[in-house]
């Protein structure tokens, strides 16, 4: 056994360790001191207004969802910024002082992000969410700013679900809705950048694409290592199991292929995408093909001409055949496999 580690080790195929909180400040405990060196890193306070004292069941797994969200983004930019100043191979092209302070500043952010939302969790007496390990599919900085780009796109789909969840319920959580639309703007600062950064147009569309708390899960779900939640299960949402597009997705009419693990009959099954705030766009899927490991191909088609956004469009296979929907959270309840993460330009 130590002779084969020996020899991955030396061949450098071992895995990297998962990354594992705290971080070196302290975090997710921070006292007075730490605190204050964060926010000015992050270049702002915590707001300083009264909390909601009581949340509703949906208020509380919301903001059990964001904090568990902003806890994997600081896992990810902490990592991402000692891959780039230990000079780790393949961050070469992050070795820039502004490229260092802004991801610095973001590293700040997303900690004050998860202090705001669990101190809501615990001003009202709800259980807040404790860090998990992560590992991320990313070994280059060209890889590591695009997987950026592409979850807080998911991000910046769910946090207007956010705000709908606490209007809804008319009462104190009123109050968190100018405050996640704040976060929302800030995460579109961050993501104008990484798209700059792959030469994408900064902004990529009028309206952002939208999604459902369960995409948002999943999509998380991704980078944890199983197991390492100490209460990740509080929030009551279940990963659903993975769409994988194998084909890469083009700014025109074509066909996708997609994978799945588990057989599929495409009389009974309705491929659907989101893009945009448009109502979900339904296709057929066609040419199903099982391979003996038990994972299951299939083509669809991609109609992008039709009104498809610049960025994100999230794919998901939804039960039953011919299937039709008029806004995100009726996809996100039908889906058996999802969310595909389709990033066009
Ligand atoms: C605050 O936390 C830091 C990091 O854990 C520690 O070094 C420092 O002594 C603490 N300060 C106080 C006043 O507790
Ligand atoms: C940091 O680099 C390690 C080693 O290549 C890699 O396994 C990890 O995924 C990288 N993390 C990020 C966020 O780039
Ligand atoms: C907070 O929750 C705990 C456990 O659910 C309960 O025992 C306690 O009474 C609650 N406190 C307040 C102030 O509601
Ligand atoms: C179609 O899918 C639904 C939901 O997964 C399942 O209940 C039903 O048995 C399936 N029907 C056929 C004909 O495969
Ligand atoms: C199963 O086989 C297919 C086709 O050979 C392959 O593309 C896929 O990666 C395999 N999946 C697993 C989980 O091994
Ligand atoms: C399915 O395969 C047939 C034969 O190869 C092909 O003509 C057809 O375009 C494919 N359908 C899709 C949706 O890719
Ligand atoms: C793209 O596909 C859609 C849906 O099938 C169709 O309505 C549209 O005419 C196509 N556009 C182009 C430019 O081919
Ligand atoms: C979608 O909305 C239309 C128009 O309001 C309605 O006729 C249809 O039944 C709705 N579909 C579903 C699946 O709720």
Do not use: W
């Amino acid at each position: 056994m130590l002779f084969l580690a020996l020899l991955l080790v030396s061949a450098g195929l071992a895995a990297a360790a998962p990354f594992a909180f705290p971080l070196a400040n302290g975090f997710p405990n921070l006292n007075a001191t730490t605190l204050q060196q964060v926010e000015k890193l992050a270049g702002g306070t915590l707001p300083n207004g009264a909390l909601p004292s009581t949340l509703t069941p949906d208020g509380v797994q919301t903001l059990q969802l964001i904090a568990a969200n902003e806890l994997s983004e600081v896992a990810f930019f902490t990592q991402l910024l000692q891959n780039i100043t230990s000079k780790v191979p393949g961050y070469h092209e992050g070795h820039h002082p502004y490229i260092i302070d802004t991801l610095t500043a973001v590293v700040a952010q997303e900690q004050v992000h998860v202090l705001s939302a669990n101190g809501a969790l615990a001003n009202a007496n709800q259980t807040t969410i404790q860090p998990c390990q992560y590992v991320f599919p990313v070994s280059t900085f060209e890889s590591a700013i695009a997987l950026a780009q592409t979850f807080t796109d998911v991000v910046l789909g769910v946090l207007p679900i956010a705000q709908s969840v606490f209007t809804a319920d008319g009462g104190e959580e009123a109050g968190l809705v100018p405050i996640v639309g704040s976060i929302i703007g800030q995460e579109g600062e961050q993501n104008g950048y990484y798209r700059f950064l792959q030469k994408k147009v900064a902004s990529s569309a009028p309206f952002l694409t939208g999604g459902a708390p369960q995409f948002a899960f999943s999509a998380i779900s991704q980078f944890i290592v199983p197991g390492s939640c100490p209460n990740i299960n509080v929030i009551g949402l279940t990963a659903f199991p993975a769409l994988t597009l194998q084909s890469t997705p083009q700014a025109a009419n074509s066909t996708l292929i997609f994978s799945v693990s588990g057989p599929l009959n495409a009389a009974n099954a309705t491929l659907v995408y989101i893009t945009g705030q448009n109502l979900p766009v339904s296709v057929p899927i066609a040419n199903v093909s099982s391979a003996t490991n038990g994972s299951t191909t299939f083509a669809a088609s991609f109609p992008f001409d039709s009104g498809f956004n610049r960025g994100l469009t999230i794919g998901a296979l939804v039960a039953g055949a011919g299937k039709t929907f008029n806004n995100t959270a009726e996809v996100a309840a039908a889906t058996l496999f999802g969310p595909a993460l389709i990033e066009v330009d």
